[in-house]
């Protein structure tokens, strides 16, 4: 079983700065690929960014630019560094853990921006 914990949402005017975090627990494997998903109201769930084990990167067009995916020096807990935020980059954003063919999702957390 794994469980991801998000953290770091909130109300930002836009131009500003949010970093978001998610830490996961349970059984991690070595090889996995965590990211970022973020859904508006009547609209499917889109990638923002995600990030394997390796480190190897993949970015929304939306955000290239100004959205940063990270993992700390053990590999589990994943950052979003969100800058110069937009009104369009209002969502309730979710992490996800991929492994072994199964997908694991986060509660997610609000992200406001407000003009």
């Known amino acids: 079983q794994v469980q991801l914990v998000e953290s770091g949402g909130g109300l930002v005017q836009a131009g500003g700065s949010l970093t978001l975090s998610c830490a996961p627990s349970?059984?991690?494997?070595?090889?996995?690929?965590m990211g970022w998903y973020r859904q508006t109201p009547g609209k499917q769930r889109e990638l923002v960014a995600a990030?394997?084990?390796?480190?190897?990167?993949n970015y929304a067009d939306s955000v290239k630019g100004r959205f940063t995916i990270s993992r700390d020096s053990t590999k589990k807990t994943v950052n979003l560094q969100m800058n110069n935020l937009k009104r369009e980059d209002t969502a309730v954003y979710y992490c996800?853990?991929?492994?072994?063919?199964?997908?694991?999702w986060g509660q997610g957390t609000q992200v406001t921006v407000s003009s």
């Open positions: 349970g059984v991690i494997l070595a090889i996995n690929t």
């Open positions: 996800n853990l991929a492994q072994r063919g199964m997908s694991f």
């Open positions: 990030i394997t084990d390796g480190g190897s990167t």
